[in-house]
């Protein structure tokens, strides 16, 4: 198989696809042949050799998230799910590759209706925005602020408040993404890249403030977000639902 190879950091030219030798499923491991990979910000941060975690040892096959047709499988593991459309985790290394070995816990089944590529999008961001989710539990009738929200996991988010029954105040810094929140149904869409854009957020959503908060910016951003959370907001489920 083909697979692609990290051993230096630096640029996406330092990203090398090479034939490897295939992986063999263990005991209870699936093989996925891979259709589609995904790649994260943070992803490209760790092949520049500039992220903030510790860097890995390499050489290495990056990727984490994946969405393929298990092929086979290992001892152990059910056989049924040969042929089966899946989307899954890598652990975090493996993922740029033709084909994959993992955890047959670990697989998702994809619906019929859904392609790999979107499948493969929903991975990180998917379970990021209903980890928030839960956290701060949106309630019917209350207002949500949602940072960044042009972004996956703040479109995602926009979308599962609203089948809460909240009320979506979504801020971003283009008009692009901001069209891309209003599509995904926020009710107020917010440009925060413009002064006084707090004051726009309070004259839509009431002078109190929002219940519930989520903010994925940081620094002056995040915490004039976190700062339009009304006293008492959202019975203490206000705060910084995620953040860098």
Known sequence: MRAVWLRKFGGPEVLLAEETPDFVPGEGQVLVEV??????????????????????????????????????????????????RVATTTGGSGGYAEKVAVSASTVIPIPDRLGFQDAV?????????????????????????IGAAGGGVGSLLIQVAKQAGARVVATASSEAKLDLAARRGADVAIDYSRSGWEERVREATGDAGVDVACDATGGDIGRATFELVARGGGSSRSAWAAGR
């Open 121 to 145: 999008g929903l991975v990180n961001d998917g379970r990021t925005a209903l980890g928030i989710a839960r956290a701060v539990a949106p309630k019917a009738g209350e207002w949500v602020l």
């Open 35 to 84: 259709v589609a990979s995904g790649i994260t910000y943070v992803e490209t941060l760790v092949r520049s050799g500039s992220a903030p975690m510790p860097l890995p040892p390499l050489p290495i096959i990056p990727g984490n998230g994946v969405a393929g047709t298990v092929v086979a499988v290992g001892p152990g593991a059910d056989t049924a799910l040969i042929g089966r």
